[in-house]
Structures are given as structure tokens and as C-alpha cells.
């Protein structure tokens, strides 16, 4: 088997709840759940965090921050706010970029470190050329690379039924929801890993896109068994980023899609983006009903 390797990344740091209001108890057992893992299994990782979510936290945010401030862990930029930049023209997502860097830019300073990937929420990195090209050049004069992401699992959405059985402390309902988040995760980390060989005719290394939730705090390590088995081995963001695949062009979109569907728009590979397996629609249901 060819060497696979794969980068794990998290967004919305510290947590991201289904309500507006965050709990800092449920953020806490979140972040040291994740956080244990990871560095249990040795297993390198970057956070993205979103600075109004540290505020919503008040003192506890910086605090779970440091954790990803040291080791095998590593601090991403996320935007201040989880914006659309859809909807922003290059000054305000500039803005977005600035203020997002309020708690990390002096945390990682301060420990000798940088705050090399930005990472779009949504994955929108501009919806039309020129937009793409100024927030392209706007990373770099402020010393950023764009962050990918070439595996998605909607993990938000059996998120949301995950949430809504914890509240109506439906234990029965949190394990199937876990079975059925873990079962399409493995269908996914192969249909992404097929579709960047049929883009590449090679291994491409992975980077497996996460949230900071209650859902991924509880399936973490088998979410960590599901790339071992495998045959991953688990490398930094900017060692993934470091294979040429990365350098390819990748053109505006008002979507987001992970990086294969963009390579291959951009090298002219025919792909048919309707054998993507959705997730079951029983989760979707569940997660939009009222609790």
C-alpha cells in the first residue's frame, strides 16, 4: 500500500454548540476529551479558532486555547466571527482576519510560535476571481496560508441530532447517532482518498476537516482508529501542505468543496460529484426537529 498520510485539523475553537449561548462546562469536557486524545495517540493537529467564541467563554477561552499552544498542537486563524465571505467585500474580510488574531497572535508569540494557516469558514474563499485573487494576496501580506481540507464528514449535522438527543438525555439515540457519524466518517475518508487519485493518479495527503463539538469530543479516538486502519499515518498541516498537489490553482466559488472537487475543475478531470454518499436522512430529520 502507498504511504497515506493525513493531517487532522479542528475548527470553531474553543466549541461549538447548537445554541448560541456555549456552556463552559460542556467546552471544557470537550477540549480535554479532544485534546487527551491527540496527544495520547501523538497525533500533531491545528485548531481554528474563532475569537468571538473565546469571548463567549470569557476567562475559560484563553485557557482552553493554551492547550493547543504547546506540543504536537498547533493555533489557527478562523476569522473573528464564523462569517460568510460571500458576503464581504476584501476590507472586511480583512478586518475578520485582524481581529480573529486578538488571543492567538500573543499566545503563540509568546511561546516562540507563529500563526502560519488561515482557515474560510464554509470553506468560501471568494466567489468570484478577483475577490479570490485580493483575499489570496490579503493572507499573504499578514503572513498567511490558506488552510485546506480534502475530507468532509457534515459532521455539524449529526452534531445537531447529537445535541438534541443529549438534551432530552436520550442515551439510545447518542449511540446510534455515533455509530451512524462513524460508519458515513469511513465512507468518506475513501471516497475522498479515491477521488484525489483519480485527480493526481497518487496518494494525495489528506486533511480531515472537524469541529470542536460535543459529537467529534466523544468519537475522537475512534475517529483516530478509522484512519490507522487505514494505513494513515497522522502528520502537521503544514507537512500535508507541503506536496505539490497543494500548489495547484484553485478557482473562485460562491461553494465550498473540499480541495479534490477544486483540482479537478482546475486540471479538467471529470468527476460526478452525485456519488458522494449524503448522510443518512434520518439524521437530518432528527437534528431540525424541536427538542
Known sequence: ????????????????????NPSTKAAIDAQRRIVQALQRAHVPATGFVNEDKVEALGPAGPLLLAKWNKGLLALGNHGYSHFDSNDFDAGSVEWEVLKGEATIRPMASSAGRTIPFFRFPYNHIGDTEPKRAAIEKLLADH????AASTIDTSDYLFNNAYERAFAKR??????????AYLDHSR???????????????????????????????????????????????FVSLSDAQSDPAYSTPVAASKFGPMWAYRWARARKVKVDGRLEQEPPVWVGTYAGETP
Open 187 to 233: 465512507i468518506q475518508i475513501d471516497y475522498y482518498a479515491e477521488l484525489c487519485r483519480r485527480v493526481f493518479r497518487r496518494e494525495v495527503p489528506a486533511i480531515m476537516l472537524l469541529h470542536a463539538n460535543r459529537l467529534n469530543a466523544a468519537t475522537i479516538q475512534p475517529l483516530l482508529g478509522l484512519f490507522r486502519s487505514g494505513g494513515y499515518r
Open 143 to 146: 503572513g498567511y496560508r490558506l
Open 1 to 20: 500500500m502507498a504511504d497515506r498520510i493525513v493531517a487532522i485539523t479542528f475548527d470553531d475553537l474553543p466549541y461549538v454548540s447548537a445554541g448560541s
Open 170 to 179: 436520550d442515551r439510545a439515540m447518542m449511540r446510534r447517532v455515533e455509530r
